[in-house]
Antibody, heavy 120, light 107 residues
Framework: EVQLVESGGGLVQPGGSLRLSCAASGFTFSSYWMSWVRQAPGKGLEWVANIIQDGSEKYYVDSVKGRFTISRDNAKNSLSLQMNSLRVEDTAVYYC?????????????WGQGTLVTVSS | DIQMTQSPSSVSASVGDRVTITCRASQGISSWLAWYQQKPGKAPKLLIYTASNLQSGVPSRFSGSGSGTDFTLTISSLQPEDFATYYCQQANSLPLTFGGGTKVEIK
């Protein structure tokens, strides 16, 4: 069974940093693109970043470029999101997600999400 | 970036009703479109991929159609478990972008 379990969320002040982690199991992690998607409270979904299987390619939405870094450790079946210079508007539930292996740009499994609150 | 516009933003319907949700892309995306269902407090779930293909395990009352810029998600006979918010998402180019969502509520 595919499982994606996020951790690392919490309350942080504006300008602060936080590192999210995602533990993957039930599939061959190293064979899949992986993504982070966020959802502000009461709002819609926003794709944040994704990373290729070997970590050599990474893509970001403009609003987080230069502040967030996506990375992976295939030996540990782990995905991470380092978030620096956090802003109030980064407040959201952050989902770890697996990209479909057969259909580009589609997300076929999602974690349960971890809440990040940026507030003073 | 490709903008995705969903309508309506909410719809009230009864069990057994046929419900149609539309999604429009700001530029042509061929059939690179996904539909997701999200229930309160839960992660989204993939329903339809490449505009019209049913994800494994999804009931056949869900169907998708369209190509280019205009797409439709149809629920042929609404069931109690279908009350949720539905999102379209373009998969044609990065950044991946989602529609604003359509909340299907009980009438």
């Amino acid at each position: 069974e595919v499982q994606l379990v996020e951790s690392g969320g919490g309350l942080v002040q504006p300008g602060g940093s936080l590192r999210l982690s995602c533990a993957a199991s039930g599939f061959t992690f190293s064979s899949y693109w992986m993504s982070w998607v966020r959802q502000a409270p009461g709002k819609g979904l926003e794709w944040v970043a994704n990373i290729i299987q070997d970590g050599s390619e990474k893509y970001y939405v403009d609003s987080v470029k230069g502040r967030f870094t996506i990375s992976r450790d295939n030996a540990k079946n782990s995905l991470s999101l380092q978030m620096n210079s956090l802003r109030v508007e980064d407040t959201a539930v952050y989902y770890c997600a697996r990209d479909s292996p057969s259909v580009r740009g589609h997300i076929d499994y999602w974690g349960q999400g971890t809440l990040v609150t940026v507030s003073s | 970036d490709i903008q995705m516009t969903q309508s309506p933003s909410s719809v009230s319907a009864s069990v057994g009703d046929r419900v149609t949700i539309t999604c429009r892309a700001s530029q042509g995306i061929s059939s690179w479109l996904a539909w997701y269902q999200q229930k309160p407090g839960k992660a989204p779930k993939l329903l339809i991929y490449t505009a019209s293909n049913l994800q494994s395990g999804v009931p056949s009352r869900f169907s998708g159609s369209g190509s280019g810029t205009d797409f439709t998600l149809t629920i042929s006979s609404l069931q109690p478990e279908d009350f949720a918010t539905y999102y379209c998402q373009q998969a044609n180019s990065l950044p991946l972008t989602f529609g604003g969502g359509t909340k299907v509520e009980i009438k």
